[in-house]
């Protein structure tokens, strides 16, 4: 009789045991529905299901902060959490800001610090971490954090530097955060020229050699148009020597014996730094063209086909004062009819004082050369060639080609016996 009782003990204690996982079972299952309904009634319903389960008490402590503005009944859902599950970092994340909505600013920070601690590295709370830290006005430990954030996920760097500065206006505290990443040097570069701080700027430039990397000289140009802008030309032409001593594509723009660049437009406009500027304008139409060409395998077409005296082609050069020069080129017609021909003019970039132009193109012609000679002025450091037409307001029709474009010096001896 009792080896009969003790056989039927084990199967009932398995269905007991069975049942009480399926009841377990049932009210987890109810419970993460319920939770997902995202409701106050349901999400207390769930937390009432399953007491120890610390995503729900989160949840819980999220919605009665965010959607019921309730930080004071969200704030004991949020502590439960945390006690619950101490190794979750925006748990603890979530209590801050709890502790932050009443008031509780010591206690806010240990939170802050117990999620850094479980997730030092992670982007996300460290950005949670650094706006708080922010947010209390402990900046050097924002800064920190932003650190973290920055290195983690380039798309936090724009929106740190912007925070940063505007908290501290510190250049040397942000370069000190900044990643080693040369494009992180150059959104800083942006922001600190946004700012009209041209000092710093280049001082984080230089740091950004510094670094050994390689720079896209596609992202870097801006920063020698800044200081075009600036009438920093000498600025200007380093760091454009800098990007093209290491930048073979860069390079190519370059000509040994021609103070232009890409005067044969072999290579594509870059429209900045010192290479080819267009800028579109009624009345023309320019584009590289590899079906025809004095040298080389392409050439600069200029379709007209209205009025207007500037093309909208223009490059800077930087010259020396007081010195002459020559500027030739290389150009083609055909049936390009009007009262007057486009000209390659020279100017200086800052008085706007027109310094010379060869003669005009009109009709169909083949390939031939045209020039002027010039001297530039006495304060005259950077010259602007243009494609251009005066009187601007007469009517042209038809189509220019240019090619082989030069800029050089003189010496004594072309000077001597250049025709008067």
Same mark, same amino acid.
């Given at each position: ?34 939770? /997902? ?376 001896? /072309?000077?001597?016996? /250049?025709?008067?």
């Amino acid at each position: 009789m009792m080896a009969f009782a003790r056989r039927t003990t084990v199967p009932v204690a398995c269905l007991v045991l069975a049942a009480i996982y399926a009841w377990l079972a049932a009210r987890s299952f109810q419970a993460a529905r319920l939770a /997902s309904s995202l409701d106050i009634s349901s999400l207390q319903r769930a937390v009432a299901l399953a007491p120890g389960n610390a995503a729900y008490q989160d949840l819980l402590c999220r919605f009665l902060l965010f959607d019921k503005q309730a930080p004071a009944a969200a704030l004991p859902r949020c502590q439960r959490a945390t006690e619950l599950n101490p190794y979750h970092s925006t748990y603890w994340l979530d209590l801050a800001l709890a502790y932050y909505n009443t008031g509780a600013a010591q206690a806010q920070q240990q939170a802050i610090r117990q999620a850094v601690a479980i997730d030092p590295m992670t982007p996300d709370v460290a950005w949670t971490a650094a706006n708080f830290f922010l947010a209390l006005g402990k900046l050097p430990d924002a800064m920190a954090q932003f650190a973290v954030a920055m290195r983690g996920d380039v798309n936090n760097v724009w929106p740190a530097l912007d925070l940063c500065w505007r908290a501290s206006h510190d250049a040397n505290a942000i370069q000190a955060i900044l990643p080693p990443d040369p494009s992180a040097y150059m959104n800083f570069i942006r922001l600190l020229i946004a700012n009209r701080q041209g000092d710093a700027a280049q001082q984080v430039w230089i740091a950004m050699w510094r670094l050994n990397r390689d720079v896209d000289y596609r992202q870097a140009l801006f920063y020698v148009d800044a200081l075009l802008e600036r009438h920093d030309l000498a600025r200007a032409e380093q760091a454009w020597e800098q990007l093209a001593e290491a930048s073979p594509g860069l390079n190519a723009y370059r000509s040994r014996d021609n103070l232009l660049v890409n005067g044969g437009f072999e290579q594509p406009l870059l429209n900045s730094g010192f290479d080819w500027r267009y800028s579109p304008q009624s009345g023309s139409a320019i584009a590289r063209d590899p079906d025809e060409h004095h040298s080389g395998a392409q050439s600069l077409s200029i379709a007209y086909d209205g009025a207007g005296g500037d093309s909208g082609l223009l490059q800077y050069v930087p010259v020396q004062p007081d010195t002459q020069y020559t500027i030739s080129g290389w150009t083609k017609s055909e049936q390009l009819e009007g009262a007057n021909g486009p000209v390659l003019s020279v100017w200086d970039a800052y008085d706007g004082r027109r310094i010379a132009q060869t003669r005009e193109t009109l009709g169909t012609t083949s390939w031939h050369r045209v020039e002027a000679a010039f001297r530039t002025g006495p304060q005259t450091t950077l010259l602007l060639l243009r494609m251009t037409r005066d009187p601007a307001a007469t009517h042209i029709k038809g189509k220019l080609w240019i090619d082989d474009l030069t800029l050089r010096p003189q010496t004594a001896a /072309s000077v001597s016996h /250049s025709p008067n």
